[in-house]
């Protein structure tokens, strides 16, 4: 298992370096061989690992082993709640991991779009939205300042 995700985070390092081609501005694949290998995972952590590491750095905070090659810097996604005052933006989150919203300061979208991964099926099942949503609800877990939700006595 360890090789597939090893593979999957090279393509995808091969994608971010323009080796191979990506999914960018809403077009589509020609070749389902140019996705990287879906893992067998759906929790958010091993997502974050195996999909957004190689650029976002395993502590979240930018700086992978790919991000210095990318055009554009990497965002520190441990402060994305503190940067939205105060709020976790998961809907914003969620569009741009599923390439709904382009980021227009970055010019072109360097960032994979991960729906046609999240979503291929296994078993004739499509985990993708349950990828996604622990994917965000990880990012969400994260941030940078945030007071542990502690149930209050009543």
Known sequence: ???????????????????????????????????????????????????????????????GPAASS????VPDLTLLERKNGGEFPTARVRQIILGDE?????????????APVFHQVEGDMDWGNVRLENLVKYLESIQLGREPKVPSAR
């Open 1 to 63: 298992m360890r090789l597939m995700e090893r593979l999957g985070q090279l393509v995808l390092a091969a994608v971010l370096a323009g080796i191979v081609p990506a999914v960018a501005g809403g077009q589509t694949q020609t070749a389902a061989a140019q996705l990287p290998p879906l893992i067998r995972s759906v929790k958010g952590p091993d997502l974050f690992q195996a999909y957004c590491a190689v650029c976002h750095g395993v502590d979240a905070r930018g700086g």
């Open 70 to 73: 990318l055009k554009t810097k």
């Open 102 to 114: 382009v980021l227009a300061a970055h010019g072109s979208r360097e960032m994979p779009i991960w």
